[in-house]
């Protein structure tokens, strides 16, 4: 099973920043089947990111992701209120699998 | 539009099983394979299972083997879970979500909170 660690756990950045996520896989992701969810309090996990760099549905802009094979990055580039919330990459190669998530919060 | 509209809010002792039910509309409903997550206080995402609606294929976590199965109703776009031998480890939130045909999820259920309490 692939194993997916992100960094930082929590990172406290302020309204307008930008933010810099990362999810590291244990093995490659060699079909690129790497996804983020955002989640808040609450609610479902919403996705954000699919094949490691397409939006979904509705997702804006400032939302991007790249990386390939172990290596995966989530960037949003001016943070809005709303995007306070924890974030998920998630893989799916052979099975499917979760990272334990990064906390963004409020400065 | 999609929607997944699971069963409400449950409380089991331990050792008894749990049957919850997810019922899709919007969409094909065996078109798409539909997972299990679940994700206990304060903690991460889980996997459990997918199903394909189409055939009833299905494949389990390892950490589910042996006590959790997935079934559909295609006649009524629905899918549900069974999970036996509850301890308190399977308290948690449980989702249901579409698959989005590229090893994503692409639209979840509001998700039900079980609770296993003696």
């Given at each position: 099973e692939i194993v997916l660690t992100q960094s930082p756990g929590t990172l406290s950045l302020s309204p307008g920043e930008r933010a810099t996520l990362s999810c590291r896989a244990s093995q490659s992701v060699s079909n690129n089947y790497l996804a983020w969810y955002q989640q808040k309090p609450g609610q479902a996990p919403r996705l954000l990111i699919y094949t490691a760099s397409s939006r979904a549905t509705g997702i804006p802009d400032r939302f991007s992701g790249s990386g390939s094979g172990t290596d995966f990055t989530l960037t949003i580039s001016r943070l809005e209120p709303e995007d306070f919330a924890v974030y998920y990459c998630q893989q799916h190669v052979t099975s499917f699998s979760f990272g334990q998530g990064t906390k963004l919060e409020i400065k | 539009q999609v929607q997944l509209a699971q069963s409400g809010a449950e409380v089991k002792k331990p050792g008894a099983s749990l049957k919850l039910s997810c019922k899709a509309s919007g969409y094909s409903f065996t078109s798409f394979n539909m997972h299990w997550v679940r994700q206990a206080p304060g903690q991460g995402l889980e996997w459990m299972g997918i199903i394909n609606p189409s055939d009833g294929a299905t494949t389990y976590a390892q950490n589910f083997q042996g006590r959790f199965t997935m079934t559909r109703d295609t006649s009524t776009s629905t899918m549900s879970m069974e999970l036996s031998s509850l301890t308190s480890e399977d308290t948690a939130v449980y989702y249901c979500a579409k698959d989005g045909?590229?090893?994503?999820?692409d639209y979840w259920g509001q998700g039900t909170l079980v609770t296993v309490s003696s």
């Open positions: - | 045909n590229r090893g994503n999820f």
